[in-house]
């Protein structure tokens, strides 16, 4: 479930805060479920836990999580409304993408049967 690659150019703390913030979205981490604590992620995952810590610290500024003092750190409910920014963002990205793409004369075909293939499989990146 909570899982890392050490060889990733990724830092450990992004690594940690993508798959926290995965889990949430696809609901295998439920609202006020709680979470590890971040001794035991650390030790589960043999990082340091300041890392665990920034990667939570992360995740509780941008409205996954919440944290109980003394209790530990549990996910937040998203509404209508985070949800609608957070696609916002992906739409943002993807107009990126696309713009770079036609820059490298890559056609709308080729684009979208990929848009098509990758989200048909659920492909993680």
């Not at 810590?53 to 500024?61: G, W, Y």
């Amino acid at each position: 479930m909570y899982q890392v690659d050490i060889r990733s150019r990724i830092p450990i703390y992004e690594q940690m805060y993508e798959n926290i913030r995965r889990l949430i979205l696809e609901g295998h981490i439920k609202e006020d479920e709680q979470l590890p604590s971040i001794r035991e992620l650390a030790s589960l995952l043999t990082v340091n836990p300041n890392t665990i810590q920034k990667a939570f610290k992360q995740l509780e500024q941008d409205g996954y999580i919440y944290a109980l003092q003394g209790r530990g750190n549990f996910a937040k409910k998203l509404d209508i409304q985070y949800r609608n920014q957070e696609i916002e963002g992906i739409k943002l990205k993807l107009k990126e993408t696309i713009l770079e793409a036609k820059l490298l004369n890559v056609s709308l075909e080729i684009l979208s049967d990929y848009l098509i293939e990758v989200y048909k499989r659920g492909e993680n990146r």
